[in-house]
């Protein structure tokens, strides 16, 4: 009976660790996709910014001459 017992107690610290090196793989498989994600939207943000900076000269432009136009065409209707 006790021999059952000891082989028993084997099976089971066998499979704890088994299950121990699965747990580890799938929370550092977790913390690679959470760094991932960030990374991800860092670049998405920064794409945005960096497209804002490189366009702004052209929109402040383009929002001048609206309103340039707006003024005149408020001229005229008076």
Partial sequence: ????ILELLKKN???NEAN???LLSIRGNARLGTFLKI???LV???GI?????QLEPY???VIGAY??????VGEFNR
């Fill in 1 to 4: 009976m006790e021999t059952e």
């Fill in 13 to 15: 610290i066998a499979l």
């Fill in 20 to 22: 121990h090196k699965l």
């Fill in 39 to 41: 990374l991800y939207w």
């Fill in 44 to 46: 998405i943000l920064g």
């Fill in 49 to 53: 910014g960096y497209a804002y900076l």
């Fill in 59 to 61: 929109l402040n432009t």
């Fill in 67 to 72: 309103n340039q136009i707006q003024s005149t």
